[in-house]
């Protein structure tokens, strides 16, 4: 058997410094937001190449509430890739402003900058790329296209903790960065988590006052605001694997490296890009096989787990019918949804569980 995450190897390599960080909140009683929280928000904006990081309650309210700190609402529209998870397209659906899709690169599945021009519109408000899989976007581009127009970027860095490009922080070349720590991401807390970070002391302002009921002062509420705030408990959690995630991603790193190796020649398999000038944190490690869903049961059913990121693009899935997209609009992102398969990857992965995660997918792809 070997997992597709494994959440509890790695608590119990640090279980005591969790166990007492979250023992020193029950005896504060500072649940939501607190010393742990402001700790951890110390520790992260640096973390990110930026000055200031708001901890907040979920990667999606990151996303919600940049959009809104930048003014997005009804009326206008966001350019996000059609290869994502929902919550990217979601969160700027919540805002009132209609979601307006563009296809993504094969090579590295994130946001292709050579569609992003004939999306812009009067309305368009902001450009919103993912880096998916753990891989930064094609950042260059993307602020170049943003800047002739007069746009903001916001970044989607859920997948992306301590991602680069060209040797930039993800979260640190658009104007907000927004992570999530859901348990499963490559940084995640013993629950709910995100941040929104940023290099501009008014928009860290927003974002401060918007998840915490649109207050600075208690009771007098300035903005509609939200109860967005991150829990005190994760904050504790966060701020203990602070010390820990660099190693982490260096161990994913390693692992995908040697993915690579032993993938390379096998017949039936294409291996997603790492560019040359990022460095991928392998949230996802991502195949493309041909009869994907039937490689994937066959792998289940051998003890390995593989996921599939994702199955179906936003502009497929029912709850966006509402824009109006058809099958055929972005053939990048229909193909990986058919295609890709993710590999168990995690920090505790080791060598000989790569190898028979290798020949599983060997045995399932020749059937
Ligand atoms: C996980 C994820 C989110 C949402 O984060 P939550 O913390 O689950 O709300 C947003 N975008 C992407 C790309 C994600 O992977």
Redesign the pocket.
């Known amino acids: 058997m070997i997992p597709f995450v494994d959440l509890k190897a790695q608590y119990r390599s640090i279980k005591p410094e969790i166990d007492a960080a979250i023992g020193r909140v029950l005896e504060t009683g500072a649940f939501a937001l607190g010393p742990a929280v402001a700790d951890f928000e110390k520790q992260f904006a640096p973390y990110g190449g930026v000055a200031f990081a708001a901890g907040v309650?979920?990667?999606?309210?990151?996303?919600h509430l940049a959009l809104l700190a930048l003014g997005v609402g009804r009326g206008d529209e966001v350019i996000a890739p059609a290869m994502?998870?929902?919550?990217?397209v979601s969160?700027i659906d919540y805002t009132g402003a209609r979601p307006v899709l563009v296809d993504v690169e094969p090579g590295t599945c994130t946001m292709d900058p050579a569609k992003i021009e004939a999306a812009i519109t009067p309305r368009t408000k902001a450009i919103l790329p993912?880096?998916?899989y753990g891989q930064c976007a094609d950042m260059d581009p993307i602020l170049e296209i943003a800047k002739k127009h007069g746009l903001p970027v916001v970044e989607?860095c859920?997948?992306a903790h301590g991602a680069e490009y060209k040797g930039r922080r993800a979260g640190s070349m658009g104007v907000m960065g927004?992570?999530?720590?859901?348990p499963?991401?490559n940084l995640g807390a013993y629950g709910?988590?995100?941040a929104v970070v940023t290099d501009q002391p008014a928009h860290d302002k927003a974002i401060r006052m918007l998840r915490d009921w649109g207050t600075d002062k208690k009771y007098y509420h300035d903005l509609k605001g939200y109860n967005y705030r991150m829990e005190g408990i994760q904050g504790a959690v966060l701020g203990v694997k602070m010390k820990y995630i660099e190693e982490w991603t260096e161990n994913r790193r390693a692992a995908a490296k040697l993915y690579r190796e032993r993938l390379a020649g096998i017949p039936g398999v294409r291996v997603s890009q790492e560019a040359m000038d990022r460095r991928h944190v392998y949230?996802v490690f991502a195949v493309f096989v041909e009869n994907r869903d039937e490689v994937a049961k066959r792998m289940q059913e051998a003890g390995v787990g593989v996921g599939i990121?994702y199955p179906i693009p936003v502009h497929l899935q029912k709850c966006f019918a509402e824009l109006g997209y058809e099958r055929g609009d972005f053939p990048v992102a229909e193909r990986i949804g058919a295609e890709e398969l993710s590999l168990p990857i995690f920090p505790e992965l080791s060598r000989e569980q790569i190898d028979q995660v290798v020949s599983e997918l060997e045995k399932s792809i020749r059937g």
């Open positions: 309650n979920t990667g999606t309210s990151a996303l994502t998870f929902i919550a990217t969160a993912v880096h998916l989607d859920a997948q927004c992570f999530s720590f859901y499963g991401k709910e988590g995100g949230h990121h």
